[in-house]
């Protein structure tokens, strides 16, 4: 399948890494994330199956991907998703399989995920106030999320990584508090400034590698089964059109410069 394709796009940017999006659901409702009135979920038949999903992983590993991360919405809401870890986690070409989660069913899932073959979790925490936090998420539990970080670290799911989403930047209270606390738990913490997909405004990720265009190394593939060069920018290839092997040399061919605005996108959809 390789033949003398390279995983190298127009700038010479290596692209080695892909997120998956296993489902545009969640269980918490971020206010920078999901509208007020809710959002009209994807029907079952255009969610990717996890046999379609597993296929496009495979390809893109043998295409010369080798991390591979899974997002959502949240992706501990969908079912089976331990099985898919597993699945992915023996492909040997895949050294680094993660997960983002928002951390309220960590606690459930942390030793099952581990076993499964699960590398490493970043959890989203942007305030360590359990009203602001209920606030935020529109109704989330803090305790839960806080008995998901020791549920992971006692997993081995380690390094637990925080993801925490600011106004404008760590200087405010709420990342203050998280970086005290990280640093008692000897946690890598990421200060994210929120975006916005539609104005384009976005910035390089405190702590992280997300936002640096120039060395952007990756790939989406949304929950609906597109594969998106760039989270900013409303370019995507259909798996299910295309097939998974076209649907991502395309990506990576016209993968832009940077990231400009992206009309069509949804967070939920993309896994950010
Ligand atoms: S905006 Fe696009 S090119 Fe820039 S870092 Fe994000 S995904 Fe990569």
Known sequence: MKGNWSMFD?????????RVSVTDRCNLRCVYCMPEE????????????????????????????????????EPLVRKGVVGLIREISKLDSIRDLSMTSNGILMEEYADQLKEAGLHRVNISLDTLDPDRYRQLTRGGDLDRVLRGISAALNAGLTPVKINCVTEQSSAEPDARSLVEFCRERGLPVRFIRRMNLATGDFGVVEGGEGGKCSQCNRLRLTANGKIKPCLFSDLEYDVRELGPEKALKMAVSWKPASGTVSLSGRFYTTGG
Not at 10 to 18: A, F, G, H, T
């Open 38 to 73: 809710g959002v009209v979920s994807l029907s079952h038949t255009d969610i990717l199956s996890y046999e379609e999903i597993l296929e496009v992983v495979n390809v893109a590993a043998s295409l010369g991907v080798n991390k591979v991360r899974i997002t959502g919405g």
């Open 10 to 18: 127009r700038y010479d940017r290596k692209i080695d890494y892909l």
